[in-house]
């Protein structure tokens, strides 16, 4: 099973579950290789391959992070699209500059909410 090149990820997250929960007694680890193996090179999957998962709870943990960020940065992008006039266009590079930082800002923030989460959660 693979990642189509315009498959969200949350689409292709959402089939490897089901399939995966089909399958007895699958190994995380062979579970986890599956899963990198099917995914499209993007952000994400290099984020898995410099620190890999070790459970498969932690992988899917990570993988609706970056859903929830994509669909931040759609969002976003989408109300920019409305706020201009011109199609979403903010004045060239400059524009798609300032698009970029923040999308960064966005995913880092989601980044930075889920760790106080989950040390909040580990307190408790």
Known sequence: MAQGSEDPLSQFVGRFTSQVQGIPDLHPSLTIQAFLTGLRPSRFFWSLIERPPTTLPEML????????????????????????????????????????????????????????????????
């Open 61 to 124: 943990q990570q993988a609706h992070q970056y859903i929830a960020a994509e669909t931040l940065i759609v969002g976003k992008r989408e109300e920019t699209k409305r706020h201009h006039p011109r199609g979403g266009k903010t004045g060239g590079r400059l524009g798609q500059a300032s698009l970029l930082l923040r999308d960064r800002h966005i995913v880092r923030k989601i980044g930075e909410n889920h760790l106080a989460l989950h040390q909040f959660d580990s307190a408790s």
